[in-house]
C-alpha cells in the first residue's frame, strides 16, 4: 500500500486480489487484514463486494480505494 496526503491509505491492485483471493479460501477476515496492513475490516467487506460484481477489473488502475 501507499500513503497519501491527507493520511489516506491507497492499497494497490496486488494487495487487493491478494486479500481477496486469501479470503476465498477461508482465511479468516482478521487474519487477512494483519497479513496486509488493512485497519478496517469494511475495507475487506468492499473489496469482495467489488471483485464479486466485476471480478478483476474492480482493481484496475484509477479505482483505488482509499480510507480515512
Not at 471480478?55 to 483505488?64: I, L, Y
Request: with cysteine; charged share 30%.
Amino acid at each position: 500500500f501507499c500513503t497519501c496526503s491527507k493520511g489516506h491509505i491507497a492499497y494497490s491492485k496486488e494487495v487487493k486480489l491478494a486479500a481477496v483471493r486469501d479470503r476465498l479460501s477461508g482465511i479468516a477476515t482478521v487474519d487477512v487484514m494483519e497479513r496486509y496492513g488493512i485497519t478496517n475490516r469494511n475495507i475487506v467487506k468492499r473489496w469482495m463486494r467489488e471483485f464479486r460484481s466485476r471480478g478483476q477489473a474492480a482493481f484496475e488502475t484509477g479505482d483505488e480505494s482509499v480510507k480515512s
